[in-house]
């Protein structure tokens, strides 16, 4: 995630999908679809409106909305309580979901900022304040579609 600053007052997350490996999310996957089964920070499985999350809030930038699947607001509320979530897309299955007109989605966006900036201090996102340890599970077997657990690489601040 690009442009985070000094003088970032917040972070708006628009056209989101669920992590890898959610049942019945239209198009989920996490960072490469047909690579990563699942990315786990310190032990939290995390797609990638967490990873975003946990990178604004290591520079103290709140996240306090996001849009898209109806499946991330699940995400939304384990990562980031009290961010604002707008559902523009409800999954009919992995491969399809029924969309808002996208003037009606705009809309519901555009109504839902003003009090998702105004509660901005409300919302408790994901933090790593210590040592993070990262690890992906990989699928190894495009047969069998059984992913691997690897360890990465380790943080340290």
Not at 31 to 49: F, K, M, Q, T
Not at 67 to 84: C, L, Q
Request: overall charge neutral.
């Amino acid at each position: 995630m690009a442009g985070l600053a000094d003088d970032t007052d917040a972070v708006l997350f628009v056209g989101y999908h669920a992590k890898a490996g959610i049942a019945g999310s239209a198009l989920a996957h996490t960072i490469a679809g047909g690579l990563i089964a699942d990315v786990r920070c310190s032990g939290h499985s995390l797609g990638e409106l967490g990873l975003s999350i946990a990178l604004a809030a290591h520079y103290g930038v709140p996240p306090v909305l996001v849009s898209g699947h109806d499946t991330i607001a699940t995400e939304a509320a384990e990562v980031a309580p009290g961010m604002r979530c707008v559902v523009v897309k409800t999954a009919l299955g992995a491969r399809s979901a029924a969309l808002l007109h996208p003037d009606e989605a705009r809309d519901r966006i555009q109504q839902a900022v003003p009090d998702a900036l105004a509660n901005r201090e409300s919302v408790r996102p994901l933090r790593f304040d210590a040592r993070i340890r990262i690890a992906a599970a990989v699928w190894h077997n495009e047969h069998t579609r059984q992913p691997v657990m690897r360890s990465l690489t380790a943080y340290d601040r």
